[in-house]
């Protein structure tokens, strides 16, 4: 069955530092890949997707992400952290073919953002 | 993209008792999707909610308890029949728009508390 690996629970950072969230999974091909963020009250939006392609994904917010598929890993990235990416961030994988349906989540990683 | 509002946005229940909860979409979708979100856990699929036929459930999940209505293109309900504390959750709407190769989009979620 595939499964979702976050290791880190809650990350926390200064501001302008720069941030990676570690994502692991487990799945019989290459899934497709995401990285959604949650913020307090709100709804998950998609932070970036990786389908195919360049391993390199540039999202919204100035994130990015880099698919390894050697080491099956989808690390989110962050040059500079700004106080209002505080929130929860979450990592899934869905089957190829269907995209975003269905979609198998990691528990999440809380990022917590000092001034 | 496509906006979804869903119904209540929190409510607290006695165990024993059911709530439906209601998502709204702002176009015609194929498919919807019900996630939990337990406290402190990643999001688990429910259900696939499908237009004229009866909705998928993910294994561990089943009808009696999470009966789900899709009676038109736009529109669904998710009932959590008999709650016990352990239903406790944030329950989430889920829609894919366009196919395979396209973003979920989710709903801001109905924080239920059985008490």
């Known amino acids: 069955a595939q499964s979702v690996t976050q290791p880190d629970i809650h990350i926390t950072v200064s501001e302008g530092a720069s941030l990676e969230l570690r994502c692991n999974y487990s799945?019989?091909?290459?899934?497709?890949l995401f990285w959604y963020v949650q913020s307090p009250g709100q709804g998950l939006q998609l932070l970036l997707k990786?389908?195919?392609?360049?391993?390199l994904v540039q999202g919204i917010k100035g994130f990015e992400a880099e698919f390894k598929r050697s080491q099956s890993s989808f690390n989110l990235r962050k040059p500079s952290v700004h106080w209002s990416d505080a929130a929860e961030y979450f990592c899934?994988?869905?089957?190829?073919?269907?995209?975003?349906?269905?979609?198998?989540f990691g528990k999440g990683t809380k990022l917590s953002v000092i001034p | 993209s496509a906006v979804i509002s869903q119904k209540p946005s929190r409510d607290i229940c006695q165990r024993g008792t059911s709530l439906t909860i209601q998502c709204q979409v702002d176009?015609?979708?194929?498919?919807m999707f019900w996630y939990r979100q337990q406290p402190g856990q990643s999001l688990t699929l429910i259900a696939t909610?499908?237009?004229?036929?009866?909705?998928?459930?993910e294994s561990g999940f089943v009808i009696d308890k999470f009966p789900i209505s899709r009676p038109n293109l736009t529109f669904s309900t998710l009932t959590v029949s008999n709650m016990s504390p352990e239903d406790s959750s944030i329950y989430l709407c889920?829609?894919?728009?366009?196919?395979?190769?396209?973003?979920?989009?989710f709903g801001q979620g109905t924080r239920l508390t059985v008490v």
């Open positions: 889920s829609v894919g728009v366009g196919g395979a190769n396209t973003e979920a989009f």
């Open positions: 799945y019989g091909a290459t899934p497709y």
């Open positions: 990786y389908f195919s392609g360049d391993t």
């Open positions: 899934a994988v869905g089957p190829p073919g269907a995209g975003s349906y269905q979609l198998t």
């Open positions: 176009s015609q979708v194929t498919m």
């Open positions: 909610a499908n237009q004229g036929s009866e909705a998928t459930y």
